[in-house]
T-cell receptor, first 117, second 109 residues
Framework: GAGVSQTPSNKVTEKGKYVELRCDPI?????LYWYRQSLGQGPEFLIY????????DSGLPNDRFFAVRPEGSVSTLKIQRTERGDSAVYLC???????????????FGAGTRLSVL | EDQVTQSPEALRLQEGESSSLNCSYT??????LFWYRQDPGKGPEFLFT???AGEEKEKERLKATLTKKESFLHITAPKPEDSATYLC??????????FGKGTMLLVSP
């Protein structure tokens, strides 16, 4: 497909477990973003990749959260020792140029709904 | 710190009843104001980008406008398929998007 793909679409886990969420961006997009969206809220920024490197990780809530993009395409968001408060929809977006270019449009995937029991 | 406030939180319209959604913002060095539409269970879908005060953009029944402090999304003669949550976001200098909480729009036949 031509859009941003996220897998799995739903993930149910137990408190304390480790989870990985995957994002496959639009082909050719150099920038990739992760957001978290809670019910009734707008998306909240977590981390931004320009190519393979994390250009801004200031939104990661703590050191249990980590993300990688080793080849500059697919990205994985990793959450260790999950807590019930981590339950949310995790959205991935990609854009052509990144934050160096003002107004660069971010295109979103459908998200992964994470439920921590 | 960039901030975005959207109002109202929810809006119910009859089909054909025009209205406007508001997005008030504070940002250091606006590089773009974005409107997205989000349907339940889906990711935000891009609608418009506005860059400077006075700018306007239109798409079908939607028209977005921008001033130095706020943006409006005008919906003319809405249809039930326009029902969704509308999100506003700003990009400041060297920063990523800051979103508002959105306005949930319901258009009844």
């Amino acid at each position: 497909g031509a859009g941003v793909s996220q897998t799995p679409s739903n993930k149910v886990t137990e408190k304390g477990k480790y989870v990985e969420l995957r994002c496959d961006p639009i082909s050719g997009h150099t920038a990739l973003y992760w957001y978290r969206q809670s019910l009734g809220q707008g998306p909240e920024f977590l981390i931004y990749f320009q190519g393979t490197g994390a250009a801004d990780d200031s939104g990661l809530p703590n050191d249990r959260f980590f993300a990688v993009r080793p080849e500059g395409s697919v990205s994985t968001l990793k959450i260790q020792r999950t807590e019930r408060g981590d339950s949310a929809v995790y959205l991935c977006a990609s854009s052509l140029m990144g934050l160096r270019t003002g107004g660069d449009i971010q295109y979103f995937g459908a998200g992964t709904r994470l439920s921590v029991l | 710190e960039d901030q975005v406030t959207q109002s109202p939180e929810a809006l119910r319209l009859q089909e054909g009843e025009s209205s406007s959604l508001n997005c008030s913002y504070t940002v250091s060095g606006l590089r773009g104001l974005f409107w997205y539409r989000q349907d339940p269970g889906k990711g935000p879908e891009f609608l418009f980008t506005l860059y400077s005060a006075g700018e306007e953009k239109e798409k079908e029944r939607l028209k977005a406008t921008l001033t130095k402090k706020e943006s409006f999304l005008h919906i003319t003669a809405p249809k039930p398929e326009d029902s969704a949550t509308y999100l506003c976001a700003v990009q400041g200098r060297y920063s990523t998007l800051t979103f508002g909480k959105g306005t949930m729009l319901l258009v009844s036949p």
